[in-house]
């Protein structure tokens, strides 16, 4: 691929001398300097466009999207941009709130099984619901095979914060992320509970022998860390073999972490947001012994949402950066990482003026986001 060259029209918001490189665990973390927009920095190209509220969606290796809606289609879009009908075998979904039909992916062997994984909120008695993983072979009409692997512990009521990524570590572990479904703060401290943890489990919903709680009769074994309030965002890295996640925060506090195994990431304990009403969370407090600090945080939010660590070179200088998707900011948001630390944050698509729900990489090396908006679009992103 032919290499191009991005220019910038914008000031560079570097945090290079500024305090934001390593630092000790119980120390202060750095927080976003909220860079204005870069407008018109980079060609936006509509590829499809009509969806309802989409969630999640991947590219498939004939170069044709699959793409979730929350209210619970899925669908097919050619590469040129047509977009199929609702495909048929997909599981009912608490379509209220947040719920609904949310991540997908790929199985790394997709190529010869053509299964796919995704998540939803599945709906249980009494008006509950939690989010839940599944997977089926994909058909051209519709799924097959379904087989539910991890389902949430317990369905709690309301229809917020699933949290809801799931990520792949190799062939036979993935990650899920789940929120503390917003009246339920008190579970999240709570190890028997999957609200507002991290789990990891293998393709067919068992328990890593490796996971950091196995062996104790009072954790469910398959958590990976906890104390998180809502993410829904998270890569797995294989050049330094690191989960990023991105999780909202409430008014501020919006969170980049890499959750360790076994760690607590302290929500609602500590936290460098308020609540909405303007009052302090809890004690408001930002650091106690034994929770971990975020890498990085914001305030005022993006509310961010789906991630990728850019691997290709269609963008130079951009390789090993995390990009994300911004809600509240309506934005992509680009950092630089050094030594586990962000040194630089620039943001873009300021001028499209939508609510960037997910983001992924395509075999180009283009960057492919979608909005979540009625009518919701899909959209390539190339250097200007």
Same mark, same amino acid.
């Given at each position: ?8 029209? #914008? ?5 290079l001398?500024? $305090? ?24 936006v ?14 590219l498939l ?11 619970g289609?899925?669908?097919i ?7 199929g009908?609702?495909?048929? $075998? *997909? ?27 995704f ?13 839940? @993983?599944?997977?089926?072979r994909? #058909?051209? %009409? ?5 087989r539910v ?8 009521s309301?229809? $917020?914060?699933?949290?809801s990524?799931v ?21 999240v401290?709570d190890?028997q ?12 919903g068992g ?42 925060g ?5 969170? &980049?972490?890499?959750?360790?195994a076994?760690k607590?990431?302290?929500?609602? @304990? ?6 909405y009403?303007?009052r302090? +969370?809890g004690?408001? +407090?930002?650091?106690?012994?034994g929770?971990?600090?975020p ?5 005022? +939010?993006?509310?961010?949402? $789906? ?15 995390i990009?994300?998707?911004?809600? #509240? %900011? ?18 873009y ?9 997910? *983001?992924q ?5 283009f +960057?492919?986001?979608?909005t979540?908006e009625?009518?919701g679009?899909? &959209?390539r992103?190339?250097?200007?």
């Amino acid at each position: 691929m032919t290499k191009r060259t991005l220019v910038f029209v #914008a000031a560079t918001f570097s945090l290079l001398g500024s $305090g934001c490189g390593a630092r000790a665990n119980q120390g202060p973390a750095p927080r976003s300097p909220s860079p204005p927009p870069k407008r018109n920095a980079l060609t936006v190209d509509r590829v499809a466009t009509g969806f309802s509220h989409p969630w999640g969606f991947v590219l498939l290796p004939d170069g044709r999207f699959l793409v979730t809606e929350r209210p619970g289609r899925m669908r097919i879009v050619s590469a040129d941009g047509r977009i199929g009908a609702p495909l048929t $075998g *997909v599981p009912a979904v608490a379509a209220s709130g947040q719920g609904g039909l949310l991540d997908v992916t790929l199985d790394p062997r997709f190529g010869t099984n053509r299964r796919i994984f995704f998540s939803y909120a599945e709906p249980g008695t009494g008006g509950t619901a939690g989010t839940t @993983v599944a997977r089926a072979r994909l #058909a051209e %009409s519709g799924l097959e095979d379904l087989r539910v692997i991890y389902r949430q512990e317990p369905k709690v009521s309301g229809g $917020g914060h699933f949290g809801s990524r799931v990520v792949f570590v190799n062939d036979t572990v993935l990650f899920i992320t789940n929120g503390d479904r917003v009246s339920y703060r008190p579970m999240v401290q709570d190890l028997q509970t999957h609200v507002g943890k991290i789990v990891r489990v293998t393709v067919d919903g068992g328990i890593p022998r490796d996971n950091p709680f196995v062996g104790r009769t009072d954790v469910r074994p398959e958590i990976w860390s906890y104390g998180h309030r809502n993410l829904q965002g998270a890569v797995w890295d294989p050049a330094t073999s690191r989960l990023w996640t991105v999780e909202h925060g409430a008014a501020g506090g919006d969170e &980049l972490n890499h959750p360790e195994a076994g760690k607590n990431y302290g929500w609602p @304990v500590i936290s460098y947001g308020r609540e909405y009403s303007g009052r302090s +969370i809890g004690e408001g +407090i930002t650091v106690r012994q034994g929770m971990e600090q975020p890498v990085y945080y914001w305030d005022p +939010i993006i509310a961010p949402s $789906g991630m990728i660590v850019y691997s290709g070179n269609a963008f130079p200088g951009w390789k090993g950066n995390i990009i994300i998707g911004g809600l #509240a %900011s309506q934005t992509l948001v680009r950092l630089v990482i050094s030594g586990g630390a962000v040194t630089l944050e620039e943001r873009y698509l300021g001028e499209v003026g939508q609510r960037i729900r997910d *983001v992924q990489e395509g075999p180009d090396g283009f +960057i492919y986001v979608i909005t979540d908006e009625d009518p919701g679009s899909l &959209l390539r992103i190339r250097p200007k």
